[in-house]
């Protein structure tokens, strides 16, 4: 149950880096299904709003993939994977009329990963910390 809402969640979270990123307009404020709290801070923070997604992603990526063995590799490949798919999202912007490529917006996605990735590995330390005692 746990690595089927793991993936389910991880699959849909790229989907909607996806989605956004390809949307024709960058100002995706105006969505109607979109808070409008929510849209002004997306357009107010262009870049780091493409942290965000990934910051969740690098949260459930440590937590599906940590199981104590060959835990550099396994952080590494999800770093790459995750920095592979920021990439492929603003190389798809190159092709669309009101996007543009913007290398800052892959250093904002590897950023969210690796503070994900942290945050998901501080939650697995407390947790076995917890259950241990």
Do not use: C
Not at 12 to 33: E, H
Not at 104 to 130: C, E, K, N, P, S
């Amino acid at each position: 149950m746990k690595n089927a809402l793991l993936i389910t969640a991880s699959v849909f979270g790229i989907f909607l880096v996806f989605y956004f990123s390809w949307l024709p307009d960058p100002d995706i404020g105006y969505k109607a299904y979109f808070p409008a709290w929510l849209g002004k801070w997306t357009n107010a923070n262009a870049n780091l709003r493409t942290a965000v997604p990934f910051l969740f992603l690098g949260i459930i990526a440590e937590i599906w993939f940590n199981d104590g063995q060959h835990v550099l590799r396994k952080r590494t490949i999800i770093f790459l994977a995750a920095s592979l798919v920021v990439t492929a999202a603003e190389v798809g912007q190159l092709f669309l009329p009101h996007r543009t490529f913007d290398l800052r917006d892959i250093g904002w996605g590897m950023t969210g990963t690796a503070v994900g990735m942290f945050i998901g590995a501080a939650f697995l330390f407390i947790y076995q910390r917890f259950r241990a005692s």
